[in-house]
């Protein structure tokens, strides 16, 4: 089962999305968590803190949970 991670934009770049899920801390720690941890989006691995994510797109990051992007109800 996904933990939902609801978003009220079109779509919401890769290193907000960590924030908002709660995994890292701040913006400043999303680079050295992509370069320690493997993440991926929709099952391709993803390392770009740029990428955007839209509304059905799967996060899974192993040691941490999966996440699915929904919209704000």
């Known amino acids: 089962m996904s933990e939902r991670i609801e978003i ?14 709660n995994v890292v801390e701040s913006g400043g720690m999303v680079k050295v ?4 941890f493997e ?22 990051i192993p040691e941490f949970g999966v996440y699915e992007v929904v919209r704000e109800e």
Do not use: C, H, M, W
Not at 33 to 36: C, K, N
Not at 41 to 54: A, H, S, T
């Open 39 to 60: 993440v991926y989006v929709n099952g391709e691995p993803e390392q770009r803190r740029g990428k955007k994510l839209y509304l059905g797109d799967v996060v899974d």
């Open 8 to 21: 009220s934009t079109e779509f919401i770049p890769l290193g907000q999305f960590l924030k908002l899920s």
């Open 33 to 36: 968590f992509l370069a320690e």
